[in-house]
Structures are given as structure tokens and as C-alpha cells.
């Protein structure tokens, strides 16, 4: 194929890449190193209510937005170096609590909270989610052929559905008295309520991800089953081989591409959770770094949004995904390179 | 395919297999189908401590709805008939009045007229007649199971949640559509070149892949509410402001979902084998010309698989969405977190039930009626590497 048919081929989706993910990436990084600020000027205004007799006047200092010819507020635009990374990082702060060796002086920074429980939330549910989808994909690939496809049907579902909507389906279930809340109070003879501290939260957000993430596993793993080589199962059988040593020295070597292949797609959606936060409205206990960058985003009440601060965040974000993804693509990139040999 | 004496299943493995699969499948059909008993329900029942309560619902039969022995037997022989027709009669239906050329299309606009059909006859005609005859019946008439559907038409009527829904429908449909134009070009372009360039591209695509979201929007969100401002020089006075746009979020989703779009069609496309454009080429057919009449064609059910990928990215998204549209033109999945603030009483929080599984409905017929393109879209990039 020429270069120009596929220039003309591959242009428009190139385009749009460059457009709307590459620009915004350079802007993102622009942005983090600067402030827009509204100038703001100070005036002397006086205020007169009507009294009884005569007015009372008071004077007072007001700070107001400068406003230029057509009524807008003006703004300006500052470098400021590295400034927004320091208020989204808090080193000081961080410093002095890791100083008097406190963690819960630590998790009082937002940033660090998020990274706590993003990088916790990632790495715990991962091997959570290739045990559960491969205990699954086993079991389905040993069950009768005439109910697999129900099954495929049902474990497809917590995976499709729309993840806040999943979220909250699991959130309904033990808010206040929800059923499996109420079962639990019957199981144990004690009031519980699973959202008013930390760690239960955590733990059913933790429940949800393996949740939603298990089928992804589950149908990778299925396919790759059905290209399990039988003969080397078989002659595995005959030397002896229990189940057990079948699955460990047969199954999983053959399914190593497509173990790589999860986790590194695992990795790169549950960085960046942040329905889940929504779903079980968990602010108050635990956040995710996307959260925090959605956060600084939000117009706060005055209607300003942190722009820079969620640009130094979203900065900090992506450096993050790029430390996590290093062994799994390092690992592609032997297995590509020893393929070619 | 008989297995080998050594290969068979001890009964003690066999059993807990599939016992652990029941267990499995009992786990993740539960949250989804426990809501949708929920959101039919009166507040009193539907937040009941007994699951017993929650599936009979006494307070709801009490407020007087529920549904007779006569009206679940009738409203199952239907649901039967229903299902039944649209796997027998539609296909067919379908295949006769379609003009040729155009059977994806006739698929949708058929889809959709059953579906509208059902809607009317289920919802509109069947309680309209069976509230009449169980009235003349006695005590095969009275309700004995609680449910009520006063949640879904309050959601869907009051709260106008059906303006969301288009919304949702206008951004779906519009990142489907572009994403699969520009993205089957682009599949089509790499899957047939072996230049490094087009290594080095997908390569760039895996990285734009693993970006969170979060990033991009911090890009946009400054330009697009400046944009009339940035856009003035170039479109005079009636330059567009791209904030709350649905064309704009639609512009920035399908390029997030650009890097997948076209890692998945170009699997699609390597399994069709080179000569068969290499034959119409032969024939003097341009590049562009054996794409569009000769690998297209075949292209289908990847194309198919891709938008159902395309459909669920646009349909599921929460964070875009809500942070560059507007109040006026959200969609239905940020337009459900309005419901938080509103939730003060247990009415309003089995109407944000009500309103999760409207948004779930749509996503369960899609995976029934697309499971095997699910599964395969899902292995393409995977199992064949």
C-alpha cells in the first residue's frame, strides 16, 4: 500500500487522536504550570438603610472583580512555576507528617489519600480478578455444553451494565436497612451500618470491582481454554499429572499471554476508577485520584472551577498509569520480540 | 466427543464445579435483579427487612396494586408469545420487507417497531383489559402479588427522564456512527500495511488507551468554554460556545474510544485474507473502491461487534458527559446522580431505582440479543493477539 493511500485511510482517525487526545495533553500540561485568576480591585462602598429618623450609612472596603467595557470580569493568566503541583501535593504538610510518623496526618491530603486508595484498590483486585475469572472459565469449560450459553449470558451482565448503575445496584443492597444489611444484623445479632466508616466501604467497593471485572477475565480465559493443546494434556495425564499439576504446569504456562494481556487492561481501567465513588457515594471515607481531578473540576459553590489544580492532579495522574504499566508492556515487548526471532 | 476414561470428572469435583457456579451465577445476576424487584414496589416494601416482604410486597397490595393469579398467568402466556415471535416471526418479517442493501438498517427500524409494539400491548392494552375482567372474577381477581409501576411513570413522565434518554440516544448513536467511519478506514488502513509506521501507530493508540479519562477533560474543559472567544477570528460573531454541546461530547468520545475502535477492526480485518482485495485490485478496482464493495461486505459482524463496544462506551460514560454538557443536555447516566441530592425521602429513592433500572433495560436485551458478538469482540484482540 502507498504511504498516500494510507495516509488517506488512516488520516481522519489519526486526526481526531491528535485533535482531542494529543492537544488536550499538551494543553493539560501547559495549564498545570499556570493560574487564571480574576483581578480583583478594592472599592469603598457605602451601604445607606432607612432608619428611623435619618438614613444609616455605613462604609466599607469591598473586594470586587475589575469588569471590563462589555460587564465581564477580566482575568489573567500567570505562570506559576510548579505552584499547582505543590497545592495538590501538600509536600510540607506530607513532610511534617512523615516527620512525627503519623499516616493519619498522611491521609489528610487528598492527593495522597487518592493514591493510597487507587494504588491499593488496583493491586489488591487484580489477582482477585484473574483467580476468580479463571476458577469461572474452568468450571464453564468443564460444565454440560447445553448451559454454558445461559451462563455466558449471566456472567456477561455485572460486566456490561453501566458501572455507576452497577455500583449503586450493590449500595441499595446494604444502604441503611437494605436486605443483605438487615441479613447480616439477623446473622450476627448487631447493628451494622456498612457506610459509616472507612473500611467496610472500602471493602464492598472492592467486592463491586471484582464484580464487574471478573466476566472480562472470565470470557478471555474461556476463549483461551478452547485453544488448550489436548494432546499435551493427555500426555500429561498419562505421566501422571493430578488435576492440580494439569492447571499449573499445562493450563496456566499456555495462558500466560492472555494473564499479561488482563492485567494490563485491569491496570489501565482500574486506575482510573471513579464510579465507583460515585456509586457508593464514598467521598467522605475514601477517594480515587480521577475522583480528585473531577473534583478540583466541579464548579465549587462561587462557581470557579480549580482548573490548574486539576490539570497538576490529572498531570500527576498520568505519570502514575505510566509507572504501573511498565512491566506488562516490557513484558509484551519480550514476548513480541522472542515471537519474531 | 467421548473424554478418555482418565480425563472424566470425579462426582465430589463435578459437584462442587457446579456448585461454585451456581454460586457464581447467583452473584452476579443478584444486585441487578433484586433493584429490578425494588423499583415495582411501594417505598415501605421496597426498603422491607424481610427479603420476603420486598418479593411479595403486602404494603403495596395494600395501597391496592398488585397483580391477580389471572393477570400473572396471562402476563407470562404474552411474555412467552412475545419472546417467542421475536426469534420466529420478526427475522422473517424482516428479511421480506427489507429492501436489499439495506438489512442492518431494516434489523434496527424492525427492532425497534417490536419493541414500541411491546411496550403498547404490555404496558397500555393488557391492564386495561384484565382490569376489567378481574373485577367480574371474585377471588381469582383480587391481587395477591404487590407491584406497582407508579415509580416509572413518575420518572419517566414528572421528572421528564424521557428528554435524557434522547439525549443519551443522540450521543450513542452519534459516537457509533462516527467512530466506526473513521475507525473501519483507519482498521482497514493498518491492517493492510506492514510499514512500521503503522506499528509505531497502533503502538501510540495503546497509549492514548491507557489515559484516564480525568486528563483529557481537564484539556477540554478550558477550551470549550472559551471556545467562542478561541473559535471568533476563524467564525466571526456566531462562533459556537462547545461547552454543553452534545456534538462536542460526542467529538471527544469517539476519540477516546478511537485507540480501541481500531485495535479491534484491525483483528477483524487481518482474518480476511489479503487476496480477496488483492483479486478486485486485478479487476481495477481502486484501494478505496475494493474496500467499500468488496471487504466491506464481509466486514459486517466486526463492524456489528465494534459499535456494540462503541454503543457501550457512549452509553455508559458518566465522567465526560457530566462534566461537558449542561444541565438542559445531560444524559441519562449523570442525569441519575441529580437524584442523589434530591434523595430526602424513600420516594425519591426507589425513583432513582426505578430510574437505574430503566437505564439497566436497554444494556440486558443488548446482551441477550448479542451475547456470541460480545464474547467474540471481546477474544478477537485477545486470543489471536
Redesign the interface.
Known amino acids: 500500500?502507498k504511504?498516500k493511500?494510507?495516509a488517506?485511510?488512516?488520516g481522519?482517525?489519526?486526526f481526531?487522536?491528535l485533535?482531542?487526545?494529543?492537544?488536550?495533553?499538551?494543553?493539560?500540561f501547559i495549564?498545570s504550570f499556570q493560574e487564571?485568576i480574576t483581578i480583583q480591585e478594592q472599592v469603598e462602598v457605602e451601604t445607606c438603610t432607612p432608619g428611623f429618623v435619618t438614613q444609616t450609612c455605613t462604609t466599607e472596603i469591598k473586594t470586587v472583580p475589575v469588569l471590563d467595557e462589555n460587564g465581564k470580569t477580566i482575568t489573567e493568566t500567570r505562570w506559576v512555576g510548579l505552584q499547582s503541583y505543590q497545592n495538590v501535593l501538600q509536600m510540607d504538610k506530607l513532610w511534617e507528617a512523615v516527620g512525627a510518623g503519623s499516616w493519619n496526618d498522611i491521609m489528610q491530603i487528598d492527593f495522597w489519600r487518592a493514591l493510597r486508595f487507587t494504588l491499593t484498590y488496583t493491586l489488591l483486585t487484580l489477582p482477585l480478578v484473574l483467580g476468580?475469572g479463571l476458577?469461572?472459565a474452568?468450571?464453564?469449560n468443564?460444565?454440560t455444553r447445553s448451559i454454558r450459553?445461559p451462563?455466558?449470558?449471566?456472567?456477561?451482565?455485572?460486566f456490561?451494565?453501566?458501572?455507576?448503575?452497577?455500583a449503586?445496584?450493590?449500595y441499595?443492597?446494604f444502604v441503611?436497612?437494605?436486605?443483605l444489611t438487615?441479613?447480616l444484623e439477623r446473622w450476627t445479632g448487631n447493628n451494622i451500618s456498612m457506610f459509616a466508616q472507612g473500611w467496610t466501604v472500602e471493602l464492598l467497593m472492592y467486592l463491586y470491582k471484582v464484580?464487574s471485572s471478573a466476566?472480562?477475565a472470565f470470557?478471555?480465559f474461556y476463549?483461551?481454554l478452547q485453544?488448550v493443546n489436548m494432546d499435551t494434556?493427555?500426555s500429561a495425564?498419562?505421566d501422571g499429572a493430578s488435576?492440580w499439576e494439569r492447571l499449573r504446569h499445562v493450563i496456566i504456562p499456555h495462558l500466560m499471554?492472555?494473564i499479561v494481556?488482563?492485567a494490563l487492561i485491569h491496570l489501565?481501567d482500574t486506575?482510573?476508577e471513579?464510579?465507583a465513588i460515585?456509586g457508593f457515594?464514598s467521598q467522605a471515607h475514601v477517594i480515587s485520584?480521577?475522583w480528585l481531578?473531577?473534583d478540583f473540576?466541579?464548579p465549587d459553590d462561587a462557581g470557579n472551577?480549580a482548573?490548574s489544580r486539576?490539570?497538576a492532579s490529572?498531570?500527576l495522574?498520568?505519570i502514575g498509569?505510566v509507572f504501573l504499566?511498565i512491566w506488562p508492556l516490557r513484558r509484551t515487548w519480550r514476548d513480541h520480540k522472542g515471537s519474531a526471532h | 466427543m467421548s473424554t478418555?476414561k482418565?480425563?472424566q470428572?470425579s462426582f465430589a469435583?463435578?459437584f462442587s464445579?457446579?456448585a461454585?457456579?451456581a454460586f457464581?451465577?447467583l452473584?452476579?445476576?443478584f444486585?441487578?435483579f433484586?433493584?429490578a424487584i425494588?423499583s415495582f414496589k411501594s417505598p415501605v416494601d421496597a426498603?422491607a427487612?424481610?427479603?420476603w416482604d420486598?418479593i411479595t410486597g403486602p404494603a403495596t397490595r395494600g395501597n391496592g396494586d398488585g397483580l391477580s393469579v389471572l393477570d400473572i398467568v396471562v402476563g407470562l402466556a404474552v411474555l412467552y408469545f412475545a419472546i417467542r415471535w421475536a426469534f420466529t416471526r420478526l427475522p422473517g418479517l424482516v428479511r421480506q420487507y427489507c429492501p436489499p442493501g439495506m438489512i442492518a438498517l431494516g434489523w434496527i427500524f424492525g427492532a425497534v417497531i417490536y419493541g414500541v409494539a411491546f411496550v403498547l400491548v404490555f404496558f397500555g392494552l393488557l391492564p386495561l383489559i384484565l382490569g376489567g375482567v378481574n373485577g367480574l372474577l371474585g377471588p381469582l381477581g383480587t391481587p395477591v402479588l404487590g407491584l406497582t409501576t407508579e415509580h416509572y411513570v413518575a420518572v419517566w413522565a414528572e421528572n421528564e427522564f424521557y428528554r435524557n434518554f434522547l439525549n443519551s440516544m443522540l450521543v450513542t448513536a452519534g459516537v457509533v456512527t462516527v467512530s466506526l467511519t473513521?475507525?473501519t478506514?483507519?482498521g482497514?488502513?493498518?491492517a493492510?500495511?506492514g510499514?512500521d509506521?503503522?506499528f509505531w501507530?497502533l503502538i501510540?493508540?495503546l497509549i492514548?488507551?491507557?489515559?484516564?479519562?480525568?486528563?483529557?477533560?481537564?484539556?477540554?474543559?478550558?477550551?470549550f468554554i472559551n471556545s467562542s472567544e478561541i473559535l471568533r477570528p476563524i467564525f466571526g460573531e456566531g462562533a459556537p460556545t462547545l461547552y454543553g454541546q452534545p456534538w462536542a461530547v460526542i467529538?471527544?468520545l469517539?476519540?477516546?474510544n478511537?485507540?480501541f475502535t481500531?485495535w479491534m477492526l484491525r483483528s477483524f480485518f487481518q482474518n480476511i485474507p489479503a487476496e480477496l482485495d488483492e483479486a478486485a485490485r486485478v479487476d481495477g478496482c481502486s484501494?478505496?473502491q475494493a474496500?467499500r464493495r468488496v471487504i466491506m461486505p464481509v466486514m459486517w459482524p466486526g463492524v456489528i461487534t465494534t459499535g456494540l463496544f462503541s454503543f457501550?462506551l457512549g452509553?455508559?460514560d458518566?465522567?465526560v458527559t457530566s462534566?461537558l454538557l449542561d444541565a438542559q443536555n445531560q444524559t441519562m447516566?449523570p442525569a441519575?446522580?441529580g437524584y442523589?441530592n434530591r434523595e430526602t425521602t424513600t420516594t425519591d429513592q426507589v425513583e432513582?431505582?426505578a430510574a437505574?433500572v430503566s437505564?439497566?433495560a436497554p444494556?440486558?436485551l443488548?446482551?441477550?440479543v448479542f451475547?456470541r458478538q460480545?464474547?467474540s469482540g471481546?477474544?478477537a484482540g485477545?486470543?489471536k493477539?
Open positions: 500500500m504511504f493511500t494510507f488517506a485511510f488512516v481522519p482517525s489519526i481526531m487522536m485533535l482531542f487526545i494529543a492537544a488536550p495533553l499538551v494543553s493539560v495549564q487564571t476468580v476458577a469461572i474452568i468450571t464453564v468443564n460444565a450459553g451462563i455466558i449470558f449471566v456472567s456477561l451482565l455485572p456490561i451494565i453501566t458501572p455507576v448503575i452497577g449503586l445496584s450493590i441499595w443492597l441503611g436497612d437494605g436486605i438487615a441479613l464484580w466476566p472480562f470470557v478471555i476463549a483461551g485453544t494434556l493427555e495425564v498419562i488435576r499471554p492472555l494481556f488482563i489501565m486506575y482510573r471513579f464510579e460515585v457515594r485520584l480521577q481531578t473531577y473540576m466541579t472551577r482548573i486539576a490539570s490529572a498531570m495522574t498520568m498509569i504499566l | 478418555s482418565a480425563m470428572q469435583l463435578r464445579s457446579g461454585f457456579l457464581w451465577c452473584l452476579a445476576a444486585p441487578i433484586w433493584i425494588m426498603f427487612a424481610s427479603p420486598v473513521v475507525g478506514l483507519a482497514y488502513g493498518l493492510r500495511s510499514s509506521l503503522a501507530l501510540l493508540a492514548f488507551r491507557a489515559l484516564p479519562h480525568s486528563v483529557l477533560v481537564a484539556g477540554y474543559l478550558p477550551v467529538a471527544v469517539v476519540a477516546i478511537q485507540p481500531i484501494h478505496f474496500f457501550l452509553y455508559n458518566f465522567l462534566l447516566v441519575i446522580a442523589f432513582a431505582v437505574a437505564i439497566t444494556l440486558f443488548l446482551v441477550m451475547q460480545i464474547v471481546l477474544t485477545a486470543v493477539g
